[in-house]
């Protein structure tokens, strides 16, 4: 069975390119004809790997045309994940099955919400890649990537095929309490390296403020039944940060190239289920009130 990619940005590329190489049927769904021919132009796509590129001609065709979709891998970001998904809607299969690979919360549920005959699967990757130009990505960061179905389900099948793949997935039964995880990990120093304009490392200088978030997500992680992740969000930030020290975070990164960045599906979902649970998180609102107006004041979406 094809994998459809739709979303040939870092991460859609680095899956196509790996599953290309290894043999299996991919392709590109891409936004327009104006698209296709860009991307025909450049005669496939660029995986730099370690400094070595190759070059993988997948083939790709717009959205708007061609064969039903059994299988699709959505690999924008949360604020285009709705009408990425509606525009290809009607290309979809009875009982495909669409993996939604968002950062946050909040964009997947909207999207299952318009497939009711769809099965969609929530990913959350620790890998890493940016795109150095159309077509043309780095694989900047090895890592992990869970996959699970909200409603429960068996295993796919084709979990092998990623392993064949060299794509390190793993199933989760709980992708939520995932996705969850990463979410509090992101609100905890995200958004504080925006406002500090600061490498992640630098936040171990304010321990008071990381800390603070840490209480408040850990109240929130808690409420939503999720007590270990709780419990561990602390130390597991205390970690990343020394891990990731000299690293930019995704969202400074986005905010610094005057990029929309993805503060709805991270703090505003937050925020969203705090007041859902009738949380009081003074201090997460705060940061996320300081966040949108950083935001506006740069002529960047807040939301
Ligand atoms: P990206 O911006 O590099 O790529 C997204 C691609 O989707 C772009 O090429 C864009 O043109 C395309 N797109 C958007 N709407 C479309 C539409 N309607 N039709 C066709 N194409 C459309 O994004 P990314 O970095 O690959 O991130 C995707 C998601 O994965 C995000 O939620 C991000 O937070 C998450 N993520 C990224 C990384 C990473 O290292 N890049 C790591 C972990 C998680
Ligand atoms: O995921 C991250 C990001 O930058 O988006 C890290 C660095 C792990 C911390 O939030």
């Given at each position: 069975m094809t994998w459809s990619i739709l979303g040939a940005g870092s991460l859609g590329c680095l899956w196509a390119a790996r599953l290309s190489r290894a043999g299996l049927p991919v392709r590109l769904l891409l936004r327009d004809r104006q698209r296709l021919n860009a991307y025909r132009a450049l005669g496939g796509v660029t995986l730099i790997e370690d400094g070595r590129e190759s070059l993988y001609p997948i083939p790709a065709e717009t959205v708007a045309q061609g064969a039903p979709i059994q299988r699709l891998l959505l690999a924008c970001k949360a604020y285009d994940a709705e009408s990425a998904a509606a525009s290809v809607a009607a290309r979809l299969a009875p009982g495909a099955e669409l993996i939604l690979l968002q950062n946050g919360l909040g964009s997947q549920q909207a999207v299952s919400a318009h497939l009711p005959r769809t099965r969609c699967l929530y990913a959350s990757s620790t890998e890493g890649a940016f795109r150095e130009s159309d077509f043309r990505v780095v694989f900047a960061g090895h890592g992990q990537t869970w996959l699970g179905d909200e409603h429960g389900g068996p295993t796919p099948a084709w979990l092998t095929e990623l392993e064949q793949a060299g794509i390190p997935a793993q199933w989760s039964e709980n992708i939520l309490e995932r996705l969850w995880r990463k979410l509090a990990l992101n609100c905890a120093i995200n958004p504080l390296t925006v406002l500090h304009q600061?490498?992640?490392?630098?936040l171990a200088g304010h321990p008071d403020e990381v800390a603070a978030l840490c209480d408040e997500l850990g109240q929130l992680l808690h409420a939503c039944n999720y007590p270990a992740a709780a419990q561990e969000l602390q130390g597991d930030v205390e970690r990343v940060i020394a891990a990731t020290a000299a690293n930019f975070s995704s969202m400074y990164q986005d905010v610094a190239q005057g990029r929309r960045s993805e503060i709805a599906y991270l703090l505003g979902h937050a925020c969203r289920e705090g007041d859902r649970l009738h949380l009081a998180l003074p201090r997460l609102r705060a940061v996320h009130e300081r966040l949108r107006a950083y935001l506006v004041a740069r002529g960047l979406p807040d939301t």
């Amino acid at each position: 069975m094809t994998w459809s990619i739709l979303g040939a940005g870092s991460l859609g590329c680095l899956w196509a390119a790996r599953l290309s190489r290894a043999g299996l049927p991919v392709r590109l769904l891409l936004r327009d004809r104006q698209r296709l021919n860009a991307y025909r132009a450049l005669g496939g796509v660029t995986l730099i790997e370690d400094g070595r590129e190759s070059l993988y001609p997948i083939p790709a065709e717009t959205v708007a045309q061609g064969a039903p979709i059994q299988r699709l891998l959505l690999a924008c970001k949360a604020y285009d994940a709705e009408s990425a998904a509606a525009s290809v809607a009607a290309r979809l299969a009875p009982g495909a099955e669409l993996i939604l690979l968002q950062n946050g919360l909040g964009s997947q549920q909207a999207v299952s919400a318009h497939l009711p005959r769809t099965r969609c699967l929530y990913a959350s990757s620790t890998e890493g890649a940016f795109r150095e130009s159309d077509f043309r990505v780095v694989f900047a960061g090895h890592g992990q990537t869970w996959l699970g179905d909200e409603h429960g389900g068996p295993t796919p099948a084709w979990l092998t095929e990623l392993e064949q793949a060299g794509i390190p997935a793993q199933w989760s039964e709980n992708i939520l309490e995932r996705l969850w995880r990463k979410l509090a990990l992101n609100c905890a120093i995200n958004p504080l390296t925006v406002l500090h304009q600061c490498r992640n490392g630098e936040l171990a200088g304010h321990p008071d403020e990381v800390a603070a978030l840490c209480d408040e997500l850990g109240q929130l992680l808690h409420a939503c039944n999720y007590p270990a992740a709780a419990q561990e969000l602390q130390g597991d930030v205390e970690r990343v940060i020394a891990a990731t020290a000299a690293n930019f975070s995704s969202m400074y990164q986005d905010v610094a190239q005057g990029r929309r960045s993805e503060i709805a599906y991270l703090l505003g979902h937050a925020c969203r289920e705090g007041d859902r649970l009738h949380l009081a998180l003074p201090r997460l609102r705060a940061v996320h009130e300081r966040l949108r107006a950083y935001l506006v004041a740069r002529g960047l979406p807040d939301t």
